[in-house]
């Protein structure tokens, strides 16, 4: 998706740090397509005896899904490989249209004509650049957003619903990637300096996007708000106590407008940073699985991930601005003229600056995949030790599978994955557990109650450890 829409949406997802544990998509008629099993009771190999194999306990699990749940999973996850690529070559494909039929120096020009004051023709360019590279890169949109996701089961709107959110995406893009745009150009100026001026300016705008993103953005797509069911509120806000995190409050959003995937996320920045879980995990999941979940929430948020992850993006768009700095003289050099664009201070460069970033985006992202990943695994350690739930975790771990393949092989989770593979977060909870046996099984430590998470038990019982 970043690939056709912008340098502005790019950027800003780059920072846009959503720690997703799940993450989005859900049918209004339930059940979904390809639904995942929500399974109750935990497999005999998985259950704390003396013989306890994380390895089997791992494969049992993976039994209990279907094969046909899986060979439909795979099929979607592994389909998402070529569309990234598709995506990249379209919005190349795109860009360069742009430069060598000379649309952009006639949306220049016209941006020209219609003031003379400066700051605003970027702002004018910007707005035809984006109505008519939407509309070039819509045929792709439409197949990847709207019949794609549907297919798989993935999505809950119709088309008329589907196109407003397409609509206020686009006014979001107008006026963030407008405001971005004339920034930059106003940087620009610096004739040896403004790369890095651009990479000053465009981390700032980052993270003030990402920093109110939770309060202005996300509600113009969603419902989002407070959760007052003390069955589930109670036990999240106990272990953010414990965990030394000042929340008051946890968030739902009405995710299930646009997806049936199940999701919780850390969002914000500062003030605004908050935890929100979407319906469809509230309600599918269990409550062993709601704690789980919410204990690798609240690892991203004890583990500094979001600072980190804006660390990360300082690093990301020096380097970006570096190459672009070197890109665009080396491409102005040799078809500057053909295109008809003066230098790095015209806005006709746009396309040019998109393409740029498109292969930067395209390249690097094994390393942005990576990087999340791995703060994805830091988070899953810490909340199967904080949630004590590494049974509710495999069943996280296969609703997730709805729409993210369990089982790849090393390379390919490493290039693809922004997220640990199902397999590898199933088998991590299984070696929890068996390290952990004597908090599941002993004479002493009796279940409280049917189905009573093994984190009540011990809170009730006190003396099990
Ligand atoms: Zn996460």
Known sequence: MTSRKGLATALCRLVFFCATFCTTPALAQPPAANQMPSVIQVPPEAQATPHFDATAATNAYLAQIPTDKTARSDAY??????????????????????????????????????????????FVYWLQYLVIATILAFPLTVYEDYFREHKYGLATQTFGPWMGDQMKGLGVNLVLGGLLAMLLFVVRRLPRTWWIWGAVVTIAFSTFTA????????????????????????????MARANGIPAKDVFE?????????????????????????????????SPEEIQAVMGHEMGHYVLNHIYKGIMFSVILFVLFFAYLHWGLDWTLKRWGEKWRIRDVTDTAVVPLVVLLALIFGFVTTPITNTLTRTQEYEADMYGLTTSRQPDGFAQAAIHLGEYRKMNPGPIEEWIFFDHPSGRNRIYAAMRWKAENLKLFTGSRCVRVGTGAPPVQAELQLGSCL
């Open 211 to 238: 920093m109110i993103a939770p309060v202005f953005i996300l509600p113009i797509f969603n419902k989002i708000t407070r959760l007052d069911d003390p069955k589930v509120v109670d036990p999240i806000l106990s």
């Open 77 to 122: 996850f592994e389909g998402g490989y070529w569309m990234s690529l598709w995506d990249f070559l379209y919005g190349v494909a795109v860009a360069l249209l742009l430069l060598n039929l000379r649309w952009s120096v006639r949306m220049r020009d016209l941006a020209e004509r219609v003031t003379r004051f400066k700051p605003v023709h970027t």
């Open 253 to 285: 959003i009405d995710a299930s407008r646009q997806t049936t995937r199940m999701s919780a996320n850390v969002s914000g920045f500062a003030n605004t940073m908050r935890i929100t879980l979407n319906d469809n995990l509230l309600r599918r999941a």
